[in-house]
Each structure stands twice: as C-alpha cells, then as structure tokens.
C-alpha cells in the first residue's frame, strides 16, 4: 500500500462473503495491529473508533484508494473502510503464489481471528 508491503498469515473464511458494492471486488478483512505502518494516520484513527468523519484529512491520493463498504452480520449491519492495494498477493500452503484483485479492510480482530491476522474470502484461493 502505498509501497509498503505487509505480510500477514490468514485463513479462508467461507462465510466471508464482503463486496465492494461498486467495483465488486471482494474484500479481505486484516487486522489493523500489524498493518499500522503501512496507513495513513486518518484511517487507522476511523478504524479504532469507528468514525468516517476523520477521513476527510486523508489526502487527495490516498481517499481515492479508500472505499466505504456495508457489511451485514449476525449481530447487525456496519461499514468497513476497504482499501486498494497496490498489489495483493496469496501465498497457500504448498507455496503456490498468485496475485489477486482484492481490496483489503483493517479492523480490530484481536483474539477474534485465533491468532490468524486475516480472512480470506475462499474464491481468491484459487
């Protein structure tokens, strides 16, 4: 993002079913504890307090990389500030490596994720 590069383990979330409603693209959900470096200042400040109105500090390039996506849960509705990455690459178990056409979307996971720091959708596995 931004020329950063994060490397993260995740697991595929079979009810990850996350879309950007415009592009379509689906949506992984990272943790934001070990992507801080990587974003800006505004972002990291709407994630952990769950407030779009900080985002109008983000600069002209980085809002255009910055959709809003609603989320439907059990347990309600919500929103998700997805980004678009420079490049996002899945690496599988057996070391087979592809690029694929994602967005990706900090929230606090915490002990959520069972020590895993993002949910892959399962159609970007293959």
């Known amino acids: 993002y931004f020329g950063k590069s994060v490397r993260l383990t995740a697991v595929c979330d079979s009810g990850n ?11 992984v959900v990272a ?18 307090n769950n407030d779009a109105s900080v985002l109008s ?18 347990t309600g509705g919500g929103m998700l500030f997805a ?10 178990p057996g070391g087979d490596t592809h690029e694929v056409d994602a967005l990706f979307a900090p929230i606090k ?8 720091q993002a949910l892959i959708p399962p159609e970007l596995l293959v």
Do not use: C, N, Q, Y
């Not at 079913?17 to 949506?27: A, C």
């Not at 500090?57 to 059990?74: G, I, Y």
């Not at 996971?109 to 895993?116: H, I, M, N, Q």
């Open 17 to 27: 079913f996350v879309r950007d409603p415009i592009s379509g693209k689906s949506v």
């Open 31 to 48: 943790d934001l504890a070990p992507l801080r470096f990587a974003l800006p200042e505004p972002v990291i400040r709407a994630v952990k």
């Open 57 to 74: 500090e983000l600069s002209h390039e980085s809002a255009r990389k910055l959709r809003l996506v609603p989320t439907r849960t059990a």
């Open 83 to 92: 980004l678009t990455p420079d490049r996002l690459t899945v690496t599988l």
């Open 109 to 116: 996971l915490g002990g959520d994720a069972k020590g895993f």
